[in-house]
Nanobody, 123 residues
């Protein structure tokens, strides 16, 4: 089992940057593929990015490709989401998730979730 805690959210102007972190408990972090999802008010949770267990494969939603970068540090049990060129439509609660299937864009395939961190992008 793994517990996930996100941090790094906040308020930023359009065009700005933020880096989200997700710290995992337990000694098996490297056994999990990791993903970032987001949910805006009144909308369904959507896939943002995912990374394989070793970090060699990365996957992105079309809406964030070229602007967001997912990475992980297995020695620190942490996964990151670097977000650049932020847009108002990126405003959402961002969640990290752990699962066993690399690159999965289906939220139901992830077994563990953090509590989320709010990202608000002003125009």
């Amino acid at each position: 089992q793994v517990q996930l805690v996100e941090s790094g959210g906040g308020l930023v102007q359009a065009g700005g940057s933020l880096t989200l972190s997700c710290a995992a408990s337990g000694r098996t972090f490297s056994s999990y593929a990791m993903g970032w999802f987001r949910q805006a008010p009144g909308k369904e949770r959507e896939f943002v990015a995912a990374i394989s267990r070793g970090g060699g494969r990365r996957y992105y939603a079309a809406s964030v490709k070229g602007r967001f970068t997912i990475s992980r540090d297995n020695a620190k049990n942490t996964v990151y989401l670097q977000m650049n060129s932020l847009k108002p439509e990126d405003t959402a609660v961002y969640y990290c998730a752990a699962g066993y299937s690399s690159g999965d864009q289906d939220a139901s395939r992830y077994d563990y979730w953090g509590q989320g961190t709010q990202v608000t992008v002003s125009s």
